[in-house]
């Protein structure tokens, strides 16, 4: 396993990062594809437990979580997370404008009440990976929203409502 084995995951509302995780479900695969989601579960629990902690009160959260990883790698059918909530990225090196646009998005939460994961990503190599055209941009739910230039508050609701 290298040590760069660390894949990021949803744990509920969460993002989790896992050591080993990729390393396993290509193990399993093979042997494990088509046997129920419980065994898949108990196997990688048992496996992953050894180099991740895994609170006892969350040990079917994860369970079902790595089941979804195994399923989406081998192509299968998988249970979608039921947990619906926001992501939203803003795009921008920390300047004036890109720190506006995160103040924005956090102010339009705030009044609509809404829940959010919200990440203000400034590596310009991360950056480069959406392909804006300017900065800042704002994705929301994977979805490049704008870019170039931070939009009103206004517009920042309306495609937050339009993402519920």
Not at 14 to 20: A, L, Q, S
Not at 81 to 90: C, F, M, P, R, T
Not at 109 to 125: F, G, P, T, W, Y
Request: net charge neutral; charged share 30%.
């Amino acid at each position: 396993m290298a040590a760069t084995d660390i894949t990021q995951i949803k744990i509920g509302t969460h993002k989790v990062g896992i050591v080993g995780l990729q390393s396993a479900v290509e193990e399993l695969a093979p042997d494990f594809g088509h046997e129920s989601d419980d065994t898949v579960a108990a196997e990688l629990l048992k496996r992953l437990s050894k180099q991740n902690y895994i609170p006892a009160k969350v040990r079917e959260s994860y369970g079902r979580a790595f089941v979804r990883e195994l399923r989406k790698f081998l192509g299968q059918p998988y249970q979608k997370d039921s947990h619906k909530i926001l992501e939203i990225k803003v795009l921008g090196p920390g300047c004036a404008q890109c720190d506006r646009l995160e103040k924005d998005v956090l102010d339009v939460l705030s009044e609509m009440n809404q829940a959010a994961d919200l990440e203000h990503v400034r590596d310009i190599k991360e950056i480069a990976k959406y392909g804006v055209m300017g900065m800042p941009a704002l994705i929301i739910n994977g979805r490049i929203m704008g870019w170039g230039k931070p939009p009103s508050k206004s517009k920042i609701k309306a495609w937050l409502e339009e993402a519920n």
